[in-house]
């Protein structure tokens, strides 16, 4: 069964970081990409993040340059380092697999809140 | 950035009847482009991909139709559990987008 698990949530000031992790299982992690979306309270989907299963990433234009993606194969593991953070970052974010290499989301992980405020 | 727009915002039925939602492009996606249903305090799930295919699992009440920049999906007879908000997401170009969502609420 595939699992996709979130962790790493919290309440950060601005300009603050912190890490996400998405631990993954049920699957070859090495031979998905695998994408970050976010939530914002009450607000609809927004893509953050690609990185495929080479490690070729692509970022959304709101977050490039303070988000970076990464993913450890051998520990079937996805991160997202968020720095720079800003109060429109507050989100739910959700880990998402993509159908073999593409960006067709079949799996999602259950979310992460981020909140971000003084 | 492609742009896709969802209508109607939002669409009130009763059990049985039949649903459908749009989503418009802001230029050709081709069949690239794929709907997602999100229930209060749930991840989306996958309902359609490449325009028309079911993904895993998904009742065969759920269809897909269209290409280019016209699309939609439809619910031939809904049932209680098919109320919630569906995404139509283009993956031809990046950024990959979402549209604004449809609200399917009981009537």
């Known amino acids: ?118 | 950035e492609i742009v896709l727009t969802q209508s109607p915002a939002t669409l009130s039925l009763s059990p049985g009847e039949r649903a459908t939602l749009s989503c418009r492009a802001s230029q050709s996606v081709g069949s690239s482009l794929a709907w997602y249903q999100q229930k209060p305090g749930q991840a989306p799930r996958l309902l359609i991909y490449d325009a028309s295919s079911r993904a895993t699992g998904i009742p065969a009440r759920f269809s897909g139709s269209g290409s280019g920049t016209d699309f939609t999906l439809t619910i031939s007879s809904l049932e209680p559990e098919d109320f919630a908000v569906y995404y139509c997401q283009q993956r031809s170009n990046w950024p990959i987008t979402f549209g604004q969502g449809t609200r399917l609420e009981i009537k």
């Open chain 1, 1 to 118: 069964e595939v699992q996709l698990v979130e962790s790493g949530g919290d309440l950060v000031q601005p300009g603050g970081s912190l890490r996400l992790s998405c631990a993954a299982s049920g699957f070859t992690f090495s031979s998905y990409s695998m994408n970050w979306v976010r939530q914002a309270p009450g607000k609809g989907l927004e893509w953050v993040s690609y990185i495929s299963g080479g490690s070729f990433v692509y970022y959304a234009d709101s977050v490039k340059g303070r988000f970076t993606v990464s993913r450890d194969n051998a520990e079937n593991s996805l991160y997202l380092q968020m720095n720079s953070l800003r109060d429109e970052d507050t989100a739910v974010y959700y880990c998402a697999r993509g159908r073999y290499t593409t960006s067709i989301y079949d799996y999602w992980g259950q979310g992460t809140l981020v909140t971000v405020s003084s």
